[in-house]
């Protein structure tokens, strides 16, 4: 090794001469950088200096009324309804507790918490594709960590309390619809697409009529036929828990537009993949789960990830069926409590619900680049 | 509180509603058995029901509730309030998820007919007036003419301020909003020079205005919108409970006894109050309760005009005038039938 890197440096060029000298400061930096991607041309430092404007224009206002003119403290209402105030964030404050937790008892939330946790614990290893061990990852995440969270937050075990689903609320109920939505709605929807494209005619005309019945009506009816029409059809008094039959019915809404956007990756995987499976002995099991799923997902990634976010954030709907959801929780407190009326209680209420919101759906997003280009192999 | 959407539903529901009615029989014995009421409130009515910071249910009611539960179990904690927004009220109440309903909803003849239902009293008179400027010198809704008023879509408030402007045959411009914070927004940034809704609505409204003092309500009220407790129809036993409740409150009023006094007032010589505070009589035992139900609810909830001074008085941030609500003896229409 030694006398090989001797050699090489014997036989560089270069060697002796001065040290290259930096490019000139018109190419490179700060300024360059500037002068190449906003003032190149007449026309783009126009635009340039119109965008830095209507930049101003917007935050400058949004700035003084979210922070710098905002009130950051008071008991109540009153101190936000002095003219000239901005964001009455005591509101969110005082509220805070109900915004995440909902009417959840204040001396079981560690228990809220401790599922928080556990869920971080197994999904933030799962995420990161050099972590090993995902096959014990993915049995915790999937089946060992949904029958602990339901005890955690449900209780009636352990000595833990019971804690009835109406009384959840806030953040928590975002959180719990979304997740167990999207968790559900993937396997469901492979099974549909799975379905449609069967050759047994039974499984295909049963896959197409849900798909096309489920894509037919807004979630908003399913969530309202669940909640409104279905107890005059039970036994009076037999009332199945309201959370539960929106998550049934969130997650079948969500399977059927999955299974489109599945079907649209299986789509685009070539036939031939499918008779090179076949010719090397391969089960129909094996040929969707090694060859042609694989594939085909990846295809579909930005579009999973997009019925993803947007079904988290159709999770707010769960309102009109009297669930109270992180947004509907902040608007029954705006809307209810007189203590906290002011004209900027509505704007703080609903500026701070945004933020959470999109909070996670942009880290949704942010990840599922991540896992595009991790999973770009070829075909570039 | 009143939606016109909810008719179509509610002829859909009559139907399963009738058929859920005579299988319930026995609430005040299943409330009894459960050991909790199940008591339908509205989501976020201020003054009526709504949650305080620690998530707390508060209000005028919420108060009810608590009387009732109190009259059932002698403890007002034993209360489970549902949240029930105005579209799935009445399948709650049918389909027995609630036991009652105590959320600002008007008494109707429809009601009481097709959807099944029976209304206990009339805990709260309400009726939809206007609020405008002061500086627009308005005196009264007559001299509206060619106003601009805004005003929530979809609810009877449109329909009655088009009866009133007709009837009255002078003209005026809607500006129709689809939630109630952009109806009470848009007047505050002057986009109309009235606004109308229930009067008890109207000064919630008024609390969430820039200058609430430079606003005003019209003494002019075009409609009724009588609110109570409601249960459902074939109970005879409950809804005396319910009905009873009611009275006792307004009675304990009459009578002079307060949360304060009321074992000072047991003690009373009076009969009328005996009877009431349950020391002369089984008056209790009758509708299948305690004796000292009526001691026990003022004791630990108040009477009714402690429970209207806590949501609606001075001291509450929604002020509304008792008006219609004071007693019979001092003007108003409250008035309860003796306890003999």
């Given at each position: 090794?030694?006398?090989?890197?001797?050699?090489?440096?014997?036989?560089?060029?270069?060697?002796?001469?001065?040290?290259?000298?930096?490019?000139?400061?018109?190419?490179?930096?700060?300024?360059?950088?500037?002068?190449?991607?906003?003032?190149?041309?007449?026309?783009?430092?126009?635009?340039?200096?119109?965008?830095?404007?209507?930049?101003?224009?917007?935050?400058?206002?949004?700035?003084?009324?979210?922070?710098?003119?905002?009130?950051?403290?008071?008991?109540?209402?009153?101190?936000?309804?002095?003219?000239?105030?901005?964001?009455?964030?005591?509101?969110?404050?005082?509220?805070?507790?109900?915004?995440?937790?909902?009417?959840?008892p204040d001396a079981e939330r560690w228990r809220v918490n401790l599922t928080y946790a556990l869920a971080l614990a197994g999904v933030v290893p799962l995420m990161i594709p050099s972590v090993p061990g995902k096959m014990w990852n993915a049995v915790y995440v999937f089946i060992i960590f949904p029958i602990m969270a339901y005890w955690l937050l449900t209780g009636g075990i352990f000595g833990l309390p019971i804690v009835e689903t109406q009384y959840w609320g806030g953040l928590l109920i975002t959180l719990v619809v979304a997740t167990v939505g999207i968790t559900m709605s993937f396997p469901i929807g492979i099974i549909l697409a799975l379905g449609r494209r069967s050759k047994m005619?039974?499984?295909?005309?049963?896959?197409?009529?849900?798909?096309?019945?489920?894509?037919?009506?807004?979630?908003?009816?399913?969530?309202?036929?669940?909640?409104?029409?279905?107890?005059?059809?039970?036994?009076?008094?037999?009332?199945?828990?309201?959370?539960?039959?929106?998550?049934?019915?969130?997650?079948?809404?969500?399977?059927?537009?999955?299974?489109?956007?599945?079907?649209?990756?299986?789509?685009?995987?070539?036939?031939?993949?499918?008779?090179?499976?076949?010719?090397?002995?391969?089960?129909?099991?094996?040929?969707?789960?090694?060859?042609?799923?694989?594939?085909?997902?990846?295809?579909?990634?930005?579009?999973?990830?997009?019925?993803?976010?947007?079904?988290?954030?159709?999770?707010?709907?769960?309102?009109?069926?009297?669930?109270?959801?992180?947004?509907?929780?902040?608007?029954?407190?705006?809307?209810?409590?007189?203590?906290?009326?002011?004209?900027?209680?509505?704007?703080?209420?609903?500026?701070?619900?945004?933020?959470?919101?999109?909070?996670?759906?942009?880290?949704?997003?942010?990840?599922?680049?991540?896992?595009?280009?991790?999973?770009?192999?070829?075909?570039? | 509180?009143?939606?016109?959407?909810?008719?179509?539903?509610?002829?859909?529901?009559?139907?399963?509603?009738?058929?859920?009615?005579?299988?319930?029989?026995?609430?005040?014995?299943?409330?009894?058995?459960?050991?909790?009421?199940?008591?339908?409130?509205?989501?976020?009515?201020?003054?009526?029901?709504?949650?305080?910071?620690?998530?707390?249910?508060?209000?005028?009611?919420?108060?009810?509730?608590?009387?009732?539960?109190?009259?059932?179990?002698?403890?007002?904690?034993?209360?489970?309030?549902?949240?029930?927004?105005?579209?799935?009220?009445?399948?709650?109440?049918?389909?027995?998820?609630?036991?009652?309903?105590?959320?600002?909803?008007?008494?109707?003849?429809?009601?009481?007919?097709?959807?099944?239902?029976?209304?206990?009293?009339?805990?709260?008179?309400?009726?939809?007036?206007?609020?405008?400027?002061?500086?627009?010198?308005?005196?009264?809704?007559?001299?509206?003419?060619?106003?601009?008023?805004?005003?929530?879509?979809?609810?009877?408030?449109?329909?009655?301020?088009?009866?009133?402007?007709?009837?009255?045959?002078?003209?005026?411009?809607?500006?129709?909003?689809?939630?109630?914070?952009?109806?009470?927004?848009?007047?505050?940034?002057?986009?109309?020079?009235?606004?109308?809704?229930?009067?008890?609505?109207?000064?919630?409204?008024?609390?969430?205005?820039?200058?609430?003092?430079?606003?005003?309500?019209?003494?002019?009220?075009?409609?009724?919108?009588?609110?109570?407790?409601?249960?459902?129809?074939?109970?005879?036993?409950?809804?005396?409970?319910?009905?009873?409740?009611?009275?006792?409150?307004?009675?304990?009023?009459?009578?002079?006894?307060?949360?304060?006094?009321?074992?000072e007032m047991a003690k009373s010589t009076n009969p009328e109050i005996k009877r009431l505070l349950g020391t002369e009589g089984d008056f209790g035992k009758g509708i299948g309760i305690a004796n000292d139900w009526a001691l026990q609810i003022v004791k630990k909830v108040g009477n009714y005009a402690e429970i209207y001074d806590r949501n609606f008085g001075a001291k509450s941030p929604v002020q509304i005038a008792r008006g219609a609500n004071e007693l019979w003896t001092k003007g108003g229409l409250q008035y309860a039938p003796p306890i003999r």
């Amino acid at each position: 090794m030694d006398t090989q890197v001797a050699q090489g440096t014997i036989v560089t060029p270069n060697a002796g001469m001065n040290e290259p000298l930096p490019p000139p400061a018109s190419l490179v930096g700060p300024l360059a950088w500037l002068r190449q991607n906003l003032f190149s041309s007449i026309g783009n430092t126009v635009l340039t200096i119109l965008g830095l404007l209507l930049i101003y224009a917007i935050l400058k206002p949004f700035l003084d009324w979210a922070i710098f003119s905002a009130v950051w403290s008071g008991p109540d209402g009153s101190v936000c309804r002095v003219e000239g105030t901005g964001a009455c964030w005591p509101f969110v404050f005082a509220k805070f507790g109900q915004f995440m937790y909902g009417r959840f008892p204040d001396a079981e939330r560690w228990r809220v918490n401790l599922t928080y946790a556990l869920a971080l614990a197994g999904v933030v290893p799962l995420m990161i594709p050099s972590v090993p061990g995902k096959m014990w990852n993915a049995v915790y995440v999937f089946i060992i960590f949904p029958i602990m969270a339901y005890w955690l937050l449900t209780g009636g075990i352990f000595g833990l309390p019971i804690v009835e689903t109406q009384y959840w609320g806030g953040l928590l109920i975002t959180l719990v619809v979304a997740t167990v939505g999207i968790t559900m709605s993937f396997p469901i929807g492979i099974i549909l697409a799975l379905g449609r494209r069967s050759k047994m005619p039974l499984v295909k005309w049963c896959s197409i009529a849900f798909i096309e019945f489920v894509r037919g009506v807004p979630l908003i009816t399913i969530l309202f036929m669940s909640s409104v029409m279905l107890p005059l059809f039970l036994e009076h008094g037999t009332n199945p828990d309201k959370l539960l039959r929106a998550l049934i019915g969130v997650s079948l809404f969500a399977g059927a537009y999955m299974a489109e956007t599945v079907r649209g990756g299986l789509q685009a995987i070539p036939r031939g993949q499918v008779e090179a499976a076949e010719a090397l002995g391969l089960s129909y099991g094996k040929t969707m789960g090694l060859v042609v799923l694989p594939q085909a997902l990846k295809h579909v990634i930005p579009n999973i990830v997009s019925e993803f976010i947007g079904l988290f954030k159709d999770t707010s709907l769960v309102l009109i069926i009297g669930l109270f959801d992180l947004l509907g929780i902040v608007q029954q407190n705006m809307q209810g409590d007189a203590k906290w009326f002011a004209p900027s209680t509505p704007m703080t209420g609903y500026v701070f619900a945004g933020l959470i919101f999109w909070v996670f759906c942009f880290g949704m997003s942010r990840y599922s680049q991540f896992m595009e280009r991790k999973l770009n192999t070829s075909h570039r | 509180m009143k939606s016109i959407k909810i008719v179509g539903l509610a002829a859909l529901v009559a139907l399963g509603g009738a058929t859920g009615a005579l299988a319930q029989a026995k609430t005040l014995e299943a409330v009894k058995a459960r050991g909790t009421l199940l008591c339908g409130v509205g989501p976020a009515a201020p003054g009526f029901s709504n949650p305080d910071d620690k998530g707390n249910w508060v209000g005028f009611d919420v108060d009810y509730c608590r009387a009732l539960a109190v009259a059932i179990f002698n403890d007002p904690a034993k209360v489970t309030f549902k949240p029930l927004t105005s579209k799935e009220r009445f399948t709650a109440l049918q389909s027995g998820e609630v036991d009652l309903l105590s959320r600002t909803t008007t008494w109707t003849m429809s009601r009481d007919s097709s959807l099944g239902l029976t209304f206990a009293g009339t805990m709260f008179y309400d009726g939809q007036g206007f609020m405008v400027k002061k500086s627009l010198g308005v005196k009264a809704a007559k001299e509206l003419n060619g106003a601009s008023i805004c005003l929530q879509t979809g609810t009877t408030t449109e329909l009655n301020v088009s009866d009133f402007f007709r009837t009255n045959k002078i003209t005026y411009k809607p500006v129709l909003f689809e939630k109630s914070d952009e109806v009470t927004a848009a007047y505050d940034s002057g986009r109309c020079d009235a606004i109308t809704n229930d009067r008890s609505g109207l000064a919630s409204d008024q609390v969430k205005l820039k200058a609430p003092a430079d606003s005003v309500l019209l003494p002019d009220i075009i409609s009724k919108e009588p609110l109570g407790p409601v249960v459902r129809q074939g109970d005879s036993q409950f809804f005396t409970v319910t009905k009873w409740v009611y009275f006792a409150l307004l009675n304990a009023e009459e009578l002079g006894v307060t949360s304060a006094n009321a074992d000072e007032m047991a003690k009373s010589t009076n009969p009328e109050i005996k009877r009431l505070l349950g020391t002369e009589g089984d008056f209790g035992k009758g509708i299948g309760i305690a004796n000292d139900w009526a001691l026990q609810i003022v004791k630990k909830v108040g009477n009714y005009a402690e429970i209207y001074d806590r949501n609606f008085g001075a001291k509450s941030p929604v002020q509304i005038a008792r008006g219609a609500n004071e007693l019979w003896t001092k003007g108003g229409l409250q008035y309860a039938p003796p306890i003999r």
